[in-house]
């Protein structure tokens, strides 16, 4: 019973995730605004840094599209 929960859960996580083929740079960007998660660090730092991630994440994704 265990093993089947755990098998959904990772299956409801992780297929979106493997769906978006994401490379080595989205993971690292994803990896690193799901560390900075609010309750951490100050809500200012927080939005900060999430901010600057997700626009670096944003250009790299339109500058790799662009390239097709």
Do not use: Q
């Amino acid at each position: 019973a265990v093993s089947h929960i755990a098998n959904k859960i990772l299956d409801t996580l992780v297929t979106p995730l493997v769906d978006l083929n994401l490379d080595d740079t989205e993971i690292a960007c994803l990896k690193a605004v799901l560390f900075f998660h609010p309750g951490k660090y100050s809500r200012i730092i927080l939005d900060y840094v999430s901010e600057k991630l997700i626009r670096a994440s944003f250009t790299y994704i339109v500058d790799r599209v662009m390239v097709w």
